[in-house]
């Protein structure tokens, strides 16, 4: 890799690049008929674009751009709106911030003459700063229609913009929560509005606006307070230390957790003992490795390391404290599964937390039935004679009762 000496600036604190220049010259440039001399302003900086030129701040190209500056802020270069005339609403957006520049064509000296009546712009906060491009143009559109209301309300005005995709908001069938907020914003303009798209290589007054953008603070006039969000409360729940005695305590009446707790302290694969496990533990402790850390089993996975559980009781009050309870928030259950399985593992334990979600009464309560809907009742015509029309259901889910424990019945009705 070689540089190149002409561009290379050495010991300096602060540099302003190239293409600042450029930006600046093409804004200011845009307005050049209403600036007195504008090119004998401007000639020096102009020389800073040719790449045959040594970069160079002088004390000359300094005071050029300061007159610039001083020349495009004078009071004489705004229009005074006029109410009876259409307006053009100029406005971009970019990644550094959001313009726009409201003009309107008036007849000075017997000619037509487009000159600006205010400019805006503000910095983009980092969540704007997220938006694509078609977000960020529309946002710059529902902001100018805020700060620019007066001048707008019952106008007819042409709305320039560099982005064609700014069409879409005012048509699109299946927006998102930003695009339907901002639909409803600009529908009291929507009548008197005309969108027209123009190149981004000659659309500078806007351009510039945008990547100047001024601080959103109480200097800028077009200013936007931001409320500041306070937290009122914060609600932690946790399990007690009455909780872990329990599960202790629990361990002591239960062959599995016994047996495991035997094999761990002897550090060693026992085939006799190991024989003594339900089939589930058995499956659970041959693809898994468990831990007795303060009397408590935890099993560690590939991914997760929680707690064992076997008590029916503790069970229960953990599928409470992660869905039935006011602050679990009775969520569905596959969410329900994901909470369950980094705190806790007992046999079986996902068919558990489905049949605690589907019976959960107050989620059968809020929970709206989906699918299709059940067809309309048809009238049975009457028979004609006996036996002609038989009716056969099934009674499931009985009591199991008599020698071979029956569950279910089936009922024949004759019409």
Known sequence: MKISLIKCHFAYSELEALGHVLSGLRFAGYYRHHIQDFAKIAKSLYK????????????????AYEELKVSLANAPFLLMPDWKLPFKLYIDGCGEGVGSALHQTQIINDKPVEGPICFISRQINPTEARYGASQME??????????????LDGTVFDMITDCNAVRSLLNMKTPNRHMLRWQIAIQEYRGNMNIVHKSGNIHKNADGLSRWALANTPYNTAWVPQEEQHIEGIYVTDIGTEFFSQVKESYKIDKNCHILSQLIIKDCKDPPLSSKFNETWKKAYDGGIFHLLDGILYLRTKHTCVMALTDRALIKTLLNECHDSVEAGHLSEYRTLERVKTCSWWPNWKKDVAENCQTCDSCQKANKSTGKKFGIMIQIQKPKSPWETVHMDWVTALAPGGDRSYNACGVLVEM
């Open 138 to 151: 529309c946002l710059c559109l529902v902001w100018a229609f805020e700060k620019l209301h007066y001048y």
């Open 48 to 63: 800073l674009c040719d790449q045959q030129t040594v970069y160079e701040i002088t004390e000359e190209r300094v005071k």
